[in-house]
């Protein structure tokens, strides 16, 4: 590697928290990162540069512009973030790193995933899988959290997060990994506390989640409801159970509950055994309706039939070529066939 002309002191570890699943602004939309592509992507980062202020990437140039490089990437469970340990090696670099500035990485997106919520957040686009392309050094990170630590400050990071995880271990509440962190949509520090407020904590595997105000409100009252539901189902007795020593009072009459309970079954087989015999009149008399309704179709196809017989007969009477014709026949046209026939009777 090229020795950097500015390179008058040793490099220097230090480790960079830069990365978190949820949901972030990337050229003017939301897109949604989750835990399993950070995880995919990590390995992508080991020995990719580290540059001041993000910047394009020219493979050729890499190895006298580079500040620092990456050398380990790993996922840390107990905070919900990706960390990735760098070695920087210019003094700008260097000085950069120790002036309280932030960090932010770059990736490049290879497969989009739907739009969608997570926590009840909208997002345009998520990411399925990436490839980390370089580090940068800046004054406002994409991750409001992101921050730059030295070796010795991380180990006593780690040490602060058992801490904190045996403590809430051995309190009631356990459940609960660190203090809760309010903010808004937007992650601004907030005075009161609304429906749209989120609550930044973490769960029982180490994971960063976000819960709306209004989101824990909804669950508690349906948690609540549902264990109203049970309580009143545990009131429930069956039949058997029921006695003639327990009575209720009915139209101003003590009634045992048996009692009420062979009532309420005789009206409602009644009930039952008249809406069965209205159905199947019903459905008799839509039998009879189609058969009478057949018989006369049936009626008027015939005559219908018949009237164009005889229709037909008549049009067609001037075409037949055989046609009957009757003759007339006089006195003197009788006498004539009779001549014809025997002779003439005159005597000479």
């Known amino acids: 590697m090229t020795e950097l002309s500015n390179a008058s002191q040793h490099a220097k570890t230090y480790y960079c928290?830069?990365?978190?699943?949820?949901?972030?602004g990337y050229r003017g939309m939301n897109v949604y990162i989750p835990l399993d592509t950070i995880k995919a992507m990590a390995p992508s980062f080991d020995g990719k540069p580290v540059y001041i202020d993000h910047r394009d990437i020219e493979l050729e140039n890499i190895q006298d512009e580079a500040d620092g490089y990456v050398t380990q990437t790993f996922f840390l469970p107990e905070d919900g973030w990706l960390w990735s340990k760098v070695l920087m090696i210019s003094d700008k670099g260097?000085?950069?790193?120790?002036?309280g500035k932030s960090i932010s990485n770059s990736h490049r997106p290879i497969e989009w995933g739907d739009a969608g919520k997570y926590l009840n957040i909208p997002y345009q686009k998520?990411?399925?899988?990436?490839?980390?392309?370089h580090l940068g050094i800046v004054?406002?990170?994409?991750?409001?959290?992101?921050?730059?630590?030295?070796?010795e400050q991380f180990k006593n990071y780690k040490k602060t997060l058992a801490d904190q995880s045996n403590e809430l271990h051995n309190s009631k509440n356990h459940g609960v990994k660190r203090m809760l962190n309010l903010f808004k949509?937007?992650?601004?520090?907030?005075?009161t506390v609304d429906t749209d407020t989120m609550v930044e904590l973490q769960n029982a595997a180490g994971e960063t989640v976000a819960m709306s105000i209004g989101d824990m409100v909804k669950a508690v009252e349906e948690k609540t409801a549902a264990d109203i539901a049970a309580e009143e189902a545990a009131k429930v007795v069956t039949e058997q159970e029921l006695t003639n020593t327990k009575e209720v009072e009915v139209d101003g009459v003590r009634m045992p509950v048996t009692d009420l309970v062979a009532k309420y079954k005789e009206l409602q087989n009644a009930k039952d055994e008249a809406d069965k015999k209205a159905t199947d009149e019903a459905a008799q008399k839509?039998?009879?309706?189609?058969?009478?309704?057949?018989?006369?179709?049936?009626a008027a196809a015939k005559a219908a039939a018949e009237g164009q017989k005889h229709f037909d007969a008549l049009n067609n009477?001037?075409?037949?070529?055989?046609?009957?014709?009757?003759i007339i026949q006089t006195s003197s046209d009788k006498a004539a066939i009779g001549q014809s026939r025997y002779g003439?009777?005159?005597q000479e």
């Open 17 to 24: 928290r830069h990365m978190t699943p949820g949901v972030v």
């Open 344 to 346: 003439s009777s005159t």
């Open 94 to 99: 260097i000085r950069e790193m120790d002036s």
């Open 317 to 326: 009477a001037n075409e037949k070529d055989n046609v009957d014709t009757i």
């Open 185 to 191: 949509m937007k992650r601004e520090a907030v005075e």
């Open 286 to 298: 839509a039998l009879a309706d189609a058969a009478a309704q057949k018989v006369a179709d049936e």
């Open 126 to 133: 998520s990411v399925k899988s990436s490839v980390f392309t």
């Open 139 to 151: 004054d406002d990170p994409r991750y409001e959290d992101a921050k730059v630590f030295t070796p």
